[in-house]
């Protein structure tokens, strides 16, 4: 096997091993720890700790440390929230949510950099375009990558699926579940009791287990990147000093398209926020027990993973705003639905079919976001995504602090009111875009520009 293609599928099962933990735990989080809040909290801690790790650790990481030690370390930080999962408390899963953000921007930088000179490596021993290579590289890292959403949960549901204390939901507690929630911090008194510690255990067990292979995959069979390959990329790394860096993510909000875009970006964080926060705790678990999470979030994965790649490729053929008007009718439905729906166990597949068209929805935030940020910024694409990931990460923030404090309902009218308020900032970019080009159309081939990753899914 050639060397740069073995370290692709080297740092791509060693993803994949990682965030089968990460993923499975992050849909867990608000229904294992309903007490207070807490595994909503460390959600929102975890993301704004990802918010000042982006603006300022991987460049000087990956100088100082190199891609491979930078990886291995960074996922090192993702175990600690695992272990910190085991006796979950104010005093450990705070810290230990700081720890993986903090180490979650360095994972993805060192990620994308060691891919990037891998594929320029191996273009220019072959004669190849280098562009060519490095797509075909990220094609099959994120094709490995994206099943994790799968794997994680149906380890959770596999496992909490053994409890044998599994008791019926009452009418009266029923009541309680859905937009109308009772606020309770008892999210497991209904579908099923409270799965055992034993159980619990077994499962942080299996998932701490699955990121230290991952980090011992890194330390063993990844090949540090040679050093002229190292020093070159290095110096794109230091070109910016760190204060210019930082100070143009800020700078580049002087373009009018950029502010117009922030609710558009924050919404993807609001609406990935409001699934993995609340749909899972107040409809699933409330509903059907937790151990139905995994499975409901397998539903979701499975259909994001699908429509992303289906959308990347009619993209070029519909245009970005037949996409987004596909994803705002389909959000719309969903949230009106979910007002007016009270969460019944002998209704089952509808507790799949709201993740599954949430899972389109998303799809084409992700996609056609990433790529409208790539269109537009071609020329500053680095301040532009930083503002992508400041912007998300503030939306999964404020989704994840406000979870507790607000019934569903009102969360949900939030959700609507954002996406309203983002399709309309939108549009006056498009308007702006077709203004600026004499009304050529905007939706050309380019449209696919741009990450096609999810990295803020983290």
Request: aromatic share 12%; net charge neutral.
């Amino acid at each position: 096997m050639e060397r740069n293609l073995k370290n692709v599928l080297v740092i791509s099962f060693g993803f994949l091993l990682l965030f089968t933990a990460y993923g499975g735990l992050q849909s867990l989080q608000s229904s294992l720890h309903p007490e207070e809040g807490l595994g909503v909290a460390s959600l929102s801690v975890l993301y704004a700790a990802l918010i000042l790790s982006s603006m300022f650790l991987p460049p000087i990481l990956i100088k100082k440390l190199g891609c491979k030690w930078t990886i291995a370390g960074s996922m090192c930080c993702y175990i600690a929230f695992s272990i910190g999962n085991f006796y979950a408390s104010w005093y450990t899963l705070i810290p230990t949510s700081v720890i993986l953000g903090l180490g979650g921007a360095p994972l993805w930088s060192a990620k994308c950099t060691y891919l990037t000179i891998a594929g320029n490596s191996y273009a220019e021993k072959a004669g190849k375009n280098g562009k060519d290579i490095i797509n075909q590289y990220f094609g099959i890292f994120f094709l490995i990558f994206q099943s994790a959403g799968i794997w994680g949960n149906l380890i959770s549901s596999l496992i909490f699926s053994q409890a044998s204390n599994k008791v019926e939901a009452s009418e009266e507690n029923l009541a309680c579940c859905g937009a109308y929630d009772c606020m309770s911090d008892t999210t497991n008194s209904t579908g099923s009791a409270e799965p055992s510690n034993s159980l619990i255990y077994t499962l942080l067990g299996i998932y701490t287990a699955s990121g230290v292979l991952a980090v011992l995959l890194i330390v063993i069979f990844l090949d540090q990147i040679k050093s002229d390959q190292a020093e070159t990329e290095k110096e794109k790394l230091e070109t910016p000093s760190f204060w210019s860096t930082f100070l143009a993510t800020f700078k580049h909000l002087k373009d009018k398209r950029q502010c117009l875009l922030i609710p558009l970006t924050m919404y993807s964080g609001f609406e990935q926020g409001f699934l993995s926060g609340d749909y899972t705790k107040t409809y699933v678990t409330c509903a059907l027990g937790i151990h139905y999470v995994g499975y409901v979030m397998i539903c979701f994965s499975a259909v994001n993973s699908l429509c992303s790649l289906l959308f990347g490729k009619i993209s070029q053929f519909t245009g970005r705003k037949l996409l987004f008007a596909l994803a705002t009718v389909t959000n719309t439905a969903c949230i009106i639905a979910l007002l007016l729906r009270k969460p019944h166990p002998k209704q089952l597949a509808v507790f799949f079919i709201f993740p599954a068209l949430w899972g389109l929805s998303d799809a084409v935030w992700q996609t056609q976001t990433n790529g409208l940020y790539g269109v537009l910024f071609e020329k500053h694409t680095e301040a532009a995504f930083a503002n992508y990931r400041l912007w998300e990460s503030c939306g999964f923030v404020i989704a994840f602090g406000y979870s507790t404090k607000l019934q569903v309902y009102i969360k949900l009218y939030i959700l609507l009111s954002v996406l309203v308020l983002s399709m309309v900032t939108y549009g006056v970019v498009e308007y702006l875009e077709a203004k600026r080009s004499h009304g050529t159309p905007t939706d050309t081939k380019k449209e696919n520009a741009g990450p096609l990753t999810q990295e803020t899914h983290m």
